[in-house]
C-alpha cells in the first residue's frame, strides 16, 4: 500500500489559510519555543506551507491579465497585469 502523501492536507488549503499557519510557524521558530525534533517538524511543514501559497500567488498572477490594443486601438492579445509597454 502507498504511503500517504506528507502534509497532504496543505493542497486543499486556501491562500489565506495557509498564510496564517505558515506565520504561525514562523513565530514558534523565532521564538525558540519548541524542541529540535518538533522544530525540525514545523519547519518542513512550513516549507510546504510556503511552496503551496508560492504556487497559488503564481496561478492567481496567471489568470489577471489586461488588454492590449494596437496603434489603431483595436484589441492586439493580453498581457500579465503590471508590464508596461514602452509608447510608440
Not at 489559510?17 to 522544530?39: F, T, W, Y
Amino acid at each position: 500500500m502507498a504511503k500517504p502523501a506528507r502534509h497532504a492536507d496543505i493542497e486543499k488549503m486556501s491562500f489565506e489559510r495557509a498564510l496564517a499557519e505558515l506565520e504561525d510557524i514562523v513565530g514558534r521558530l523565532e521564538r525558540g519555543d519548541v524542541e529540535l525534533a518538533e522544530s525540525i517538524a514545523i519547519y518542513e511543514r512550513g516549507e510546504a506551507l510556503r511552496a503551496h501559497c508560492d504556487r497559488l500567488l503564481r496561478q492567481a498572477e496567471a489568470m489577471v491579465e489586461k488588454l492590449t490594443f494596437d496603434a489603431d486601438g483595436a484589441p492586439a492579445g493580453t498581457e500579465p497585469l503590471g508590464e508596461e509597454r514602452a509608447p510608440k
